[in-house]
């Protein structure tokens, strides 16, 4: 994932392009908001038994990854995520 956000692997401008809104907060395949007054990139998924979620801040140079063997059930892993972000940076 890091590779995604350096030079080595996307050109500045299509990084830019990855990560810019253009509707409702949806880039090219990610989600860019704001969580606990940061800039956040998001991205979830998932199919039959598995889902997960992405969040990187990247000011922080924080990522956090949350995968899980169940599709069901709270909390999810867009929770899991925050929560963890959140012991992360003291919020």
């Given at each position: 994932?890091?590779?995604l956000?350096?030079?080595?692997?996307?050109s500045?401008k299509?990084?830019?392009?990855?990560?810019?809104?253009?509707?409702?907060?949806?880039?090219y395949?990610?989600?860019?908001?704001?969580?606990f007054?940061?800039?956040?990139?998001?991205?979830?998924?998932?199919?039959?038994?598995?889902?997960?979620?992405?969040?990187?801040?990247?000011?922080?140079?924080l990522?956090v990854?949350?995968?899980r063997?169940t599709?069901?059930?709270e909390?999810g892993?867009?929770?899991v995520?925050?929560?963890?972000a959140?012991i992360?940076?003291?919020?």
């Open positions: 994932y890091e590779g956000f350096n030079d080595k692997l996307l500045v299509s990084r830019e392009l990855m990560t810019t809104p253009n509707k409702n907060n949806y880039a395949g990610l989600v860019v908001g704001q969580l007054n940061r800039q956040q990139i998001n991205h979830s998924g998932g199919i039959n038994g598995f889902s997960s979620h992405l969040l990187r801040l990247p000011t922080e140079k990522t990854v949350v995968l063997n599709d069901g059930g909390p892993p867009v929770k995520s925050q929560a963890l959140a992360a940076l003291g919020e």
